[in-house]
């Protein structure tokens, strides 16, 4: 699987949309992107994924850029129930293939 | 989505005891379940992927003879960690997919282990 970069850390007033950017600039053509979010001391919680398309649903929306080498997941009015370690993965097969992890970003809502 | 649960949430044992870990897919048959390994500020590494009927595939450096894969059932997997010690220390999550929802994997709660 590609591997992924993302910021450490980003910080978000309440409210505002938060954006959070990931480069995956080796992902394969039929490699997805994904997006999961950690709250502390809990499983990671499913976001969205999308291949090409953008995608949209009632947590978030998914941007990929045209060569698909960079993706930004967008939380349109963050709260503070947002604050969490959100992880962009590329992957094959999401569903048949175990997921790599990296460091992910640590995103913090501020009130 | 789909709904994934774990028992128990936390289980703290002596050293040398065996813990069972228990994995359910409450809404959907999951014919593949996965077991991770997150330790304190780390992320999550895969532990080894389990298709429901069949011999658990462990990742490099996990070892199949100390973490017990069982998969018997389309709902229920369970990970055992034999004789535990205290570097078993960890938060054990598993994760289940099903065939028509190939894309996507969902996370069940974890279960943080502390082996005195």
């Known amino acids: 699987d590609a591997k992924t970069t993302q910021p450490p850390s980003m910080d978000c007033a309440e409210g505002r949309a938060a954006n959070l950017p990931c480069n995956h600039s080796t992902i394969s053509g039929n490699e997805y992107v994904y997006w999961y979010r950690q709250i502390h001391s809990q499983g990671p919680q499913y976001i969205i994924h999308?291949?090409?398309n953008n995608e949209t649903n009632e947590m978030a929306s998914l941007i990929i850029t045209e060569d698909r080498k960079s993706s930004t997941l967008i939380l349109p009015h963050a709260t503070l129930r947002d604050t969490a370690v959100y992880y962009c993965?590329?992957?094959?097969?999401?569903?048949?293939?175990?997921?790599?992890f990296g460091k992910g970003t640590h995103l913090i809502i501020q009130p | 989505g789909a709904v994934v649960s774990q028992h128990p949430s936390r289980v703290i044992c002596k050293s040398g005891t065996s813990v069972k870990i228990e994995c359910r897919s409450l809404d959907f048959q999951a014919t593949t379940m996965f077991w991770y390994r997150q330790f304190p500020k780390q992320s999550l590494m895969l532990m080894a992927t389990s298709n429901e009927g069949s011999k658990a595939t462990y990742e490099q450096g996990v070892e199949k003879d100390k973490f017990l894969i069982n998969h018997a059932s389309l709902t229920l997997s369970t990970l055992t960690v034999t004789s535990a010690h205290p570097e078993d220390s960890s938060f054990y999550i598993c994760?289940?997919?099903?065939?028509?929802?190939?894309?996507?994997?969902?996370f069940g709660p974890g279960t943080r282990l502390l082996v005195l």
């Open positions: 994760s289940a997919s099903w065939l028509a929802g190939i894309e996507t994997q969902y």
């Open positions: 993965i590329v992957s094959s097969g999401g569903g048949a293939d175990g997921l790599t």
């Open positions: 999308g291949l090409k």
